[in-house]
């Protein structure tokens, strides 16, 4: 695949900065071409640049840096065929749209680790950067860019653009500008996750004040966002979780963020309190999970209910009850943020989505993720745990405290 929608090729987008002094120029120049030639293809926003810079005009050489990112060559286990590196750093734009990023902090998600398996629909040209959001600050903006500055937070627009690096650059299109008063964590999670949650919630079914939602894997990232934002928009959810050790204190946190009621998978199977009317039925399912999980959702919804499927995380297919499709009439649906992204790409409502979500991360409504921070250079057990289950939070890569080496 050469890409997809909105993801710009990087093939032609350096242009070699001019450095001072004439020796170091040519080998860094050859050190650029060698490395321009290992990375074509890579994710479209992903480039040489340079260390943050206030300032456009001329550098020197001086003030090059070695930046890091991760990288896959191949598909594969993301723990095996990612690699670690280094790479030196242009220090302006190669282009007047584009402008030079320094990220921040990016999460490892579950798609991020199916794109390097290559079980994922989206499939970068690789040799390829991991991971697909993140928080970045602009740290110079070429002579053509309006509407982004240095020092201005930015998230990507496009999908994939490989986010597991410490510096990148793209047309300034790649980028939304994203408020700063926000805790950075919540910032760099807030496009994938929580956007799921705002759509999901939005676009099936029109739900109005104490309309009842039911949703599986609802400690996930997805899961925490439902519970927050249906909070916030005067919805109740019913929270179907796993059996653990630990899960009072799981249903804590849950409640905390505003779940009226947290059940396990088997305490939900014996539960009566829908069944006997004691509860209105959900109109909509979320379905994170797949299997029995999600056939015991389906049992309980109201008639013409909607059940929308966008996870597969115990790999088993949706079975729902014949007597719910025939008698009850729900339609069964799926959801994927990246299409809509990607057919929203130059909508308000993208937008206006990121505002109102960013909104209440400054409210205090929404909140990131349970979750831990690793380094870049740490990244092997993450990337390796990021599917399995118990793992109780999501990680994230911290690359604020990533070392810069002078070139
Ligand atoms: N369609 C979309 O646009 C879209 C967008 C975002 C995310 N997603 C998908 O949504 C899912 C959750 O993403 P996330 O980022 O929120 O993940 P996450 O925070 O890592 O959470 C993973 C969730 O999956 C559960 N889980 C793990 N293994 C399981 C298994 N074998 N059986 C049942 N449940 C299991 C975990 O529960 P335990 O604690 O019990 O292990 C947890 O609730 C993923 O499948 C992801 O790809 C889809």
């Not at 004439?22 to 992903?46: A, E, F, Y």
């Not at 191949?74 to 723990?79: F, K, V």
Request: with cysteine; charged share 20%.
């Amino acid at each position: 695949m050469t890409g997809f929608p909105g993801r710009p090729s990087l093939n032609n987008t350096h242009v070699l900065p001019k450095y001072t002094n004439n020796s170091l120029d040519v080998s860094l120049r050859m050190l650029h071409l060698k490395l321009d030639h290992t990375i074509t293809g890579m994710s479209g926003w992903m480039a040489l640049l340079g260390r943050p810079l206030i300032h456009c005009g001329r550098t020197s050489s001086s003030q090059l840096r070695h930046a890091s990112r991760l990288v896959f060559q191949s598909h594969g286990a993301p723990s095996q065929v990612l690699k670690y590196e280094s790479f030196p750093t242009p220090v302006e734009p190669s282009d007047p749209q584009n402008v030079l990023v320094r990220m921040l902090m990016a999460p490892i998600h579950p798609a991020d680790i199916n794109t390097i398996q290559g079980a994922y629909p989206i499939t970068p040209d690789l040799p390829a950067v991991g991971g697909g959001e993140g928080l970045g600050v602009v740290v110079m903006a070429g002579g053509a860019v309006t509407h982004l500055a240095p020092g201005d937070w930015v998230i990507p627009a496009g999908n994939m653009t490989g986010t597991w690096t410490t510096h990148t650059q793209g047309p300034a299109e790649a980028f939304v500008k994203i408020r700063k008063d926000i805790p950075e964590i919540a910032a760099a999670t807030l496009r994938t996750n929580p956007s799921t949650a705002y759509r999901m919630l939005k676009d099936f079914v029109q739900l109005g004040p104490d309309d009842w939602v039911i949703q599986n894997g609802a400690n996930s990232a997805v899961g925490q966002a439902v519970i927050q934002i249906a909070k916030h928009w005067k919805l109740h959810t019913v929270n179907i979780v796993r059996a653990r050790d630990n899960i009072d204190a799981l249903k804590h946190q849950l409640q905390n963020l505003g779940a009226d009621f947290v059940l396990t998978e088997e305490e939900f199977r014996k539960w009566t309190e829908i069944r006997e009317g004691r509860l209105p039925k959900p109109r909509l399912a979320l379905n994170c999970v797949g299997g029995s999980s999600a056939t015991e959702l389906s049992k309980c919804l109201s008639n013409s209910a909607v059940m929308v499927t966008y996870g597969g995380m115990s790999l088993k297919p949706v079975t729902v009850a014949t007597s719910g499709l025939i008698f009850k009439d729900i339609a069964i649906r799926g959801f994927w943020l990246s299409r809509w992204l990607s057919e929203h790409a130059n909508g308000d409502e993208r937008i206006k989505m990121f505002s109102e979500l960013a909104g209440m991360c400054k409210d205090g409504v929404l909140t990131a993720p349970v979750h831990q921070t690793v380094s870049l250079k740490d990244f092997k057990a993450s990337v390796d745990n990021t599917l399995k289950g118990f793992k109780g939070g999501k990680f994230i890569f911290d690359m604020t405290k990533e070392k810069q080496n002078g070139a």
